[in-house]
């Protein structure tokens, strides 16, 4: 008859109780820890004057603020945590179902046929797990442990603290305790282990009872329903988005690059012209005239402008236009085009480029100041 050690995949609810436990676990140790540390001060004025009464209200109104925050997000992630748990399981208990022994195994001392008494699946929740099978002789009862690919299961003994040697074990079993005699061949230690499975068992049931009241004083307070998670989520991303805004405006208001974008001034192209067109006479300059704008990503405006002096040589006439032109938008939203300003018989051509998007106007204030 084969035997298996532990069923892996639970159903539904043991792992909802598990989730809840953990869940109340949390809420307690932040409500007793808040709890620990208004009692540490309460000295302070304002709780020193509260009787018990009104200390127990104080202390759960403040600790509700934070217990709040951990049932929601709890609820948020329940129903994905429990589904991968169960999948998980799922597919361990797969593994298991289907493991196949070897076969043909004879017993290793009098070469008759054995059987397969039970198997095992060793570090189930591990990559490296392996599913062990116990086989016992159908004769002599001698047993041999091999793992499904046939290799066979060795006792790695344990090594003397004193020479380092392997050391010889005998175990003696009596009633519900386990004794292993531990001896060195090459010195003089000798220890015993004992393991009482009887108190093994005592504590799991005590720590299962602890659990079971646990469920059942907290899980109406600190596991909420999907009707009032729900409402409790909506708040807290809210809650969490109006937080994020805060943050991102006092970011914004403390960044020194930001607070100059916001002085930038953002011109129209009426606006532009006039700014240009006013300046243009006193360096020499008139007939300001843009040409139609192009209007994708950025707006981009062709401008022509009439030279005045007629002794002045293109280069210095381009020189003096270029400069004008940048001196006028340095704190515009505007900017002259790489491909700079072009000169023929006196008319001097080129383009300017509108900048409107906040992470764009970063980029020119940083190449000012390089």
């Known amino acids: 008859m084969e035997l298996s050690l532990y ?46 009464k009104e200390f127990l209200k104080e202390v759960n109104k403040t600790a509700s603020y934070v217990v ?36 043909e195994i004879l017993c290793k001392k009098c070469f008759f046929p054995t059987k397969v008494l039970l198997k095992d699946l060793r570090n189930p929740y591990e990559k490296n797990s392996k599913i062990l099978f116990l086989f016992e002789c159908l ?56 393991y009482d499975f009887s108190k093994s068992e005592k504590e799991q049931k005590e720590r299962e009872a602890r659990e079971k009241k646990l469920l059942s004083e907290y899980r109406e307070e600190f596991c909420v329903s999907d009707e009032v998670g729900e409402g409790m989520l909506r708040m807290y991303e809210f809650l969490s988005k109006l937080h994020d805004e805060y943050k991102e405006k006092e970011r914004r208001n403390k960044d020194p690059i930001i607070q100059q974008v916001q002085k930038i001034k953002k011109l129209t192209v009426i606006q532009l012209k006039k700014l240009i067109g006013g300046n243009l006479k006193k360096e020499g300059y008139t007939d300001l005239k843009f ?79 390089m």
């Not at 639970?10 to 808040?34: A, S, V």
């Not at 329940?78 to 399981?89: I, L, P, S």
């Not at 299961?153 to 009633?175: A, F, G, I, R, V």
């Not at 707006?299 to 040589?313: A, N, Q």
């Open 68 to 103: 709040n925050i951990i049932k929601t997000k709890r609820y948020k992630h329940k129903k994905r945590v429990v589904q991968e748990w169960m999948e998980r399981d799922r597919k361990i208990q797969e593994r298991f179902d289907n493991a196949v022994p070897p076969e």
């Open 291 to 369: 040409g139609k704008p192009e209007i994708g990503k950025y707006v981009i405006v062709d401008f022509s402008v009439l030279e005045t002096i007629g002794d002045r040589k293109e280069y210095d006439s381009q020189q003096i236009l270029r400069k004008l032109i940048k001196r006028l938008l340095e704190d515009t939203n505007w900017r002259l085009m790489s491909d700079g300003i072009n000169y023929r018989l006196g008319i001097l051509t080129g383009r300017l480029k509108a900048y409107e998007r906040e992470e764009d106007l970063i980029e020119i204030l940083k190449k000012k100041k």
């Open 139 to 194: 004769k002599c009862k001698k047993r041999q442990a091999l793992y499904e690919d046939g290799t066979e299961w060795k006792l790695k003994k344990q090594k003397c603290p004193k020479c380092n040697n392997s050391l010889d074990e005998k175990s003696k079993y009596t009633k519900d305790i386990l004794t292993t005699f531990y001896s060195c061949p090459n010195c003089s230690y000798k220890n015993k282990e004992t």
């Open 7 to 52: 069923k892996y995949l639970k159903e539904h609810q043991y792992y909802i109780d598990r989730y809840d436990l953990y869940t109340i676990k949390e809420c307690l140790l932040y409500y007793n820890g808040i709890k620990a540390n208004l009692k540490k001060g309460r000295n302070n004025l304002e709780l020193k004057k509260l009787n018990d």
